[in-house]
């Protein structure tokens, strides 16, 4: 595996990491208020018009649907840097990537020419994905709750989904509910397209996480919604096996851009630890705080590598589910540690508001339980892995 960026990607990437540092980072404080808040939609309209106009706009997504047509392992390189910023994947237009490739995929006609393209071109802002339930564990998705029965050439949908992102904003919600009652528990679930406004469809509140407001996680209830029968995303009974579709290379997604976050980290910390004077010297020259160095850096370049591998394998038309379920455990693991080493180098600053540390910290605890929580993921790897020393026994 190469670890230094490969040298035809290397100047998209620091075209991309140039925009996100000169563009982004000034104007994160009014971002994270959300899109909902009219000057920071503002502002981030402005700067997806300049991403557009830099040639760097929604650079993963397939050239045919208006993206830049990056090859997956190309884009992986690219999204670590424009994981340094939250706000850099709705600047940059690369937040609708796995939405965009379910519905070109799965979608009927109909929904791919009425939301696909503008989905692409960022002028519907995103759609969301409802799954967890808040009164079962979500990490057994088996158990969700949520119905759809198709009576005549409708689907009638019942339920109530938990922690659904963006709910408040999107054009449409891509609904999992049990739809077959006597199928095995793994082939009952099926997707369906509900558009906004769909009666019966209510984002009843946004949930506070961690002090934000900002409506990002939200409530949302379905009493007797009625969609056609062709909002069906996919095979009936395939929600599963297309969730694993659009969560696989997600997760790897996702770690990229903890990578670009816990980087970012490093930097403070490190820039902290040489200009900070205490009892004489630098910060930089307390064993303590070499050890904090010392211990970041090892984590990112590990968690790096094993990223890069899981990626290249989906490259290669891979499952690599014991590569994903590590790198989701081990980098949430290192965001969390790279942020929380930063902030305790930096003291009282970096709990404030003055330094993106404590954005980035609430992220780095969500990220654990995301996709996910990691207990899942580390039982279900152990398995895969002691399975042939089980057959062989």
């Known amino acids: 595996m190469e670890l230094p960026v490969p040298e035809h990607v290397r ?100 929904w791919r020419e009425r939301y696909l393209r503008p989905l692409v071109d960022g002028e519907l802002f995103s759609p969301c994905f409802a799954m967890t339930e808040r009164d079962v564990a979500s990490s057994d998705p088996t158990q969700l709750r949520t119905t759809a029965e198709l009576v005549g050439d409708e689907w009638v949908i019942n339920g109530r989904k938990w922690f659904i992102s963006h709910a408040h904003l999107a054009a449409y919600t891509v609904v999992m509910a049990r739809t077959e009652r006597d199928a095995p528990a793994h082939d009952a679930f099926s997707m369906i397209i509900v558009p906004a406004g769909t009666p019966g469809h209510r984002v009843e509140r946004a949930i506070p996480v961690m002090g934000e407001t900002s409506g990002d996680h939200c409530e949302v209830a379905f009493e007797d919604v009625r969609v056609p029968r062709e909002n069906l995303l996919g095979p009936r009974g395939g929600a599963f096996r297309l969730a694993q579709q659009r969560l696989g290379p997600g997760r790897v997604f996702h770690c990229m851009r903890w990578l670009g976050q816990a980087q970012r980290a490093y930097d403070l910390m490190c820039r902290r630890a040489v200009s900070r004077v205490a009892f004489g010297s630098p910060l930089a020259d307390k064993q303590l705080v070499q050890q904090l160095v010392f211990e970041t850096a090892a984590e990112i370049r590990s968690v790096r590598l094993l990223t890069l591998d899981a990626a290249a394998r989906l490259d290669r038309g891979e499952q690599a589910r014991e590569e994903i379920g590590m790198v989701k455990v081990l980098g949430a693991r290192m965001l969390h540690n790279a942020v929380d080493r930063a902030i305790q180098v930096h003291g009282s600053i970096g709990l404030s508001g003055d330094l993106p540390l404590e954005r980035m910290y609430r992220l780095a605890r969500n990220a654990r339980v995301y996709d996910g929580p990691d207990e899942t993921h580390l039982t279900t790897v152990a398995r895969l892995l002691l399975r042939p020393y089980r057959e062989a026994s």
């Open 11 to 110: 100047p998209l990437r620091d075209r991309v990491l140039d925009f996100v540092e000169r563009r982004v980072y000034p104007v994160e404080p009014l971002l994270s208020r959300g899109p909902g808040d009219p000057a920071a939609l503002r502002e981030l309209r402005r700067l997806q018009g300049e991403a557009k106009a830099a040639g760097l706009w929604a650079l993963g997504h397939p050239e045919r649907l208006g993206g830049g047509g990056l090859p997956f392992l190309d884009y992986v390189y690219v999204n670590e840097v424009i994981g340094r910023s939250e706000a850099a994947m709705f600047a940059l237009g690369t937040h609708t990537l796995q939405d965009a490739i379910m519905l070109d995929q799965h979608a009927n006609p109909r």
